[in-house]
Nanobody
């Protein structure tokens, strides 16, 4: 089973930046996709940004496009989420997750139900 450990959450002012890290035990099969999800109080968990473990294709939620950037370091088995121009509505618990998506065309897609390994989450609070 893949183990995921998040770090980097905390309190930041609106307009500020934060970088989340997710250390994984491996980027090997069957985990073809890894990325970030978030859940705000009273809202459903949603995909933020994911990346395929092989081809490196990326996907972003419309709400974060242009502000967030996902990247990976295969040598360190680590995935990052650089968050810029943070807004109060970005406040949520952020989870790192991985899934074994079989279809090559769908690998890298952020769908909560398709993930089968989850980290414990890290809280990001954007407030002045």
């Amino acid at each position: 089973q893949l183990q995921l450990v998040e770090s980097g959450g905390g309190l930041v002012q609106p307009g500020g930046s934060l970088r989340l890290s997710c250390a994984a035990s491996a980027f090997t099969l069957p985990y073809s996709t890894i990325g970030w999800f978030r859940q705000a109080p009273g809202k459903e968990r949603e995909g933020v940004s994911c990346i395929s473990t092989s081809g490196g294709s990326t996907n972003y939620a419309d709400s974060v496009k242009g502000r967030f950037t996902i990247s990976r370091d295969n040598a360190k088995n680590t995935v990052y989420l650089q968050m810029n121009s943070l807004k109060p509505e970005d406040t949520a618990v952020y989870y790192c997750a991985a899934g074994s998506i079989r279809s090559a065309s769908l690998q890298g897609m952020c769908v909560p139900g398709w993930m089968n390994s989850w980290g414990k989450g890290t809280l990001v609070t954007v407030s002045s």
